[in-house]
């Protein structure tokens, strides 16, 4: 009996500290089977987290990748977050590797006062971020036109009356009257909410970059296991998804506690 409780009190001591190491890391994962004409970096929901001094954990592994452009898909800070000096040092220097450009998450969505979200706002402007509030840019990068949307889902799709009941959900008819038709040529798409993502495809986004579930915090056997919403199993958490033919592609992101599901960066080749 002794010897039986002996293991069992290794066996989660050595599991508690694999679990520290795991959140302390910065694993970067890699789609190239997309095509060869444009490497894009992903980065999502990194809320609280730092890895190394001011988070230069972060901009050093994604500067190894020599990106042509980088995604922020939102919750990039958490929303009692009052100091966003590091999250401003951070932005700045993805900015010297490539062109940025950013959606709101919920987090961002829900600052807990009007200075903190005037606070942020100035952050931002003091970088060269493009921030996509339900708007498209167009660009051309390595000769490549594209169209770059941004869609700010209603907070209702996250959180409604204090809870996560009965919440909101969207249509591609939605997306329609937010964004417009979509346009014509190359659309990607960044939504911070993967969990419409049939209707991202619907409307017809080639490619939608989205974060939010954080793998499903708990990976077991590589299915996520729970959303922010107090789900469990959602449907999309990680990795390349293909929805009508068009791509919905998932970071687990970097912040919040996971087991089994390390932070990370994703860099695709589309």
């Known amino acids: 009996m002794r010897y039986a409780v002996t293991l069992i009190i290794a066996a989660a001591l050595i599991l508690l500290v694999y679990l520290l190491c795991e959140n302390c890391i910065l694993l970067v994962f890699r789609h190239e089977k997309l095509g060869n004409r444009l490497r894009i970096a992903h980065i999502s929901d990194i809320h609280k987290k730092r890895l190394g001094v001011g988070n230069r954990l972060i901009p050093f592994r994604v500067a190894a990748e020599r990106p042509d452009l980088i995604l922020l898909t939102g919750d990039i800070v958490s929303r009692r977050e009052d100091n966003f000096s590091v999250t401003e040092r951070l932005l700045k220097d993805l900015c010297v590797i490539a062109p940025v450009y950013m959606v709101y998450g919920n987090h961002e969505q829900s600052l807990i006062t009007p200075d903190r979200v005037r606070d942020f706002e100035k952050m931002l402007a003091r970088t060269d971020v493009v921030l996509l509030r339900n708007s ?113 592609l998932v970071s687990a992101g970097i912040g919040k506690l996971r087991a089994f599901n390390p932070p990370e960066v994703v860099i695709y080749e589309l």
């Open 136 to 248: 498209t840019v167009q660009t051309e990068i390595n000769g490549v036109k594209l169209n770059i949307c941004g869609l700010e889902l209603p907070y209702t799709t996250y959180k409604k009356d204090g809870g996560y009941f009965h919440l909101d959900r969207i249509t591609a008819d939605d997306i329609t009257s937010i964004l417009g038709e979509k346009p014509e040529g190359e659309t990607l798409l960044l939504a911070h909410n993967p969990l419409f993502g049939k209707e991202y495809a619907e409307w017809g986004a080639d490619f939608t970059f989205s974060g939010h579930v954080h793998g499903g915090s708990v990976r077991l056997f590589g299915i996520g296991m729970l959303s922010p919403e107090r789900k469990l199993f959602p449907k999309y958490t990680k990795g390349v998804y293909n929805i009508n033919e068009k791509k919905l």
